[in-house]
Antibody, heavy 122, light 110 residues
C-alpha cells in the first residue's frame, strides 16, 4: 500500500538550515507530483511547495520563496525540502503528500505522511 | 495568495445535515474546478474527502458531497455520525501551480 514517511524534523535556532526527507513506497514515485504541507501548532493547513512528477516544475508559497527548495531523488524514492534561513513562523508539523493522479499536477492531496515537527527558536 | 475563508465551527445532531462554506476569489475557486476537501482528526494527518468539487475517492461515504457556485465551494455532510466530528479544510488551485487551503472548520456532532 502507499506509504510516506517523513523525517528530519528538529529544534533549530533562527537563521539555521534543515533538510526534511519523505521516503515513499507502494507506488511508482516518478509518476506522481509531490507536495509539502505544513501546520503550525493549533493552526490550519498551509500548502508549502510542489514538485511535478518529472521534476521540471516547482512552485512555492510566497512566504518561503527564496528560502526553501523542494527536490526529489527517484533512485531513492525520496522527496526533500531544504529549508534555509529558518524563522520562528516556520515552526510547524511538515507533511509530505502525494498527488491523486499520475503524470499530472492536480493538487489533490490523496496520500499523506504522519508529519515531522520543525521547531524554530528565537 | 490569501487563505480561503471558512466558518470556524459548525454543528449538528446525529442524523442531521451540516453544510460548511469555503469562500475564495475569482483567482482561485471562481476560476478553477480544482477544489478539494479534507477531514482531519486530532493528531492525525488529513484525509481527502472530496476532489474536483464533487467527486469522492474510493471509500469515502456518499454522505459527503461537494458543490460550487461562483467563488464559494461547499461541503455537505448528511446523516451526521459521531465519527464525522473533526476539522475540515477546503483547498483550491490558485494558478501557476500554486495551491491554497481554507482556514478550517471544526464540525461538532452534538
Amino acid at each position: 500500500q502507499v506509504r510516506l514517511v517523513e523525517s528530519g524534523g528538529a529544534v533549530v535556532q533562527t537563521g539555521r538550515s534543515l533538510r526534511l526527507s519523505c521516503a515513499v513506497s507502494g507506488f511508482t514515485f516518478k509518476s506522481y507530483s509531490m507536495h509539502w504541507v505544513r501546520q503550525a501548532p493549533g493552526k490550519g493547513l498551509e500548502w508549502v511547495a510542489i514538485i511535478s512528477y518529472d521534476g521540471n516544475k516547482k512552485s512555492y508559497t510566497q512566504s518561503v520563496k527564496g528560502r526553501f527548495s523542494i527536490s526529489r531523488d527517484t533512485s531513492k524514492d525520496t522527496l526533500y525540502l531544504q529549508m534555509n534561513s529558518l524563522q520562528p513562523e516556520d515552526t510547524a508539523v511538515y507533511y509530505c503528500a502525494r498527488d491523486l493522479d499520475s503524470m499530472w499536477i492536480s493538487g489533490y492531496f490523496a496520500f499523506w505522511g504522519q508529519g515531522t515537527l520543525v521547531s524554530v527558536s528565537s | 495568495q490569501s487563505a480561503l475563508t471558512q466558518p470556524p465551527s459548525a454543528s449538528g445532531s446525529p442524523g442531521q445535515s451540516v453544510t460548511i462554506s469555503c469562500t475564495g476569489t475569482s483567482s482561485d475557486i471562481g476560476t478553477y474546478k480544482y477544489v478539494s476537501w479534507y477531514q482531519q482528526h486530532p493528531g492525525k494527518a488529513p484525509k481527502l474527502m472530496i476532489y474536483e468539487v464533487t467527486r469522492r475517492p474510493s471509500g469515502v461515504p456518499d454522505r459527503f458531497s461537494g458543490s460550487k457556485s461562483g467563488n464559494t465551494a461547499s461541503l455537505t455532510v448528511s446523516g451526521l455520525q459521531a465519527e464525522d466530528e473533526g476539522d475540515y479544510y477546503c483547498s483550491s488551485y490558485a494558478g501557476n501551480n500554486v495551491f491554497v487551503f481554507g482556514t478550517g472548520t471544526m464540525i461538532t456532532v452534538l
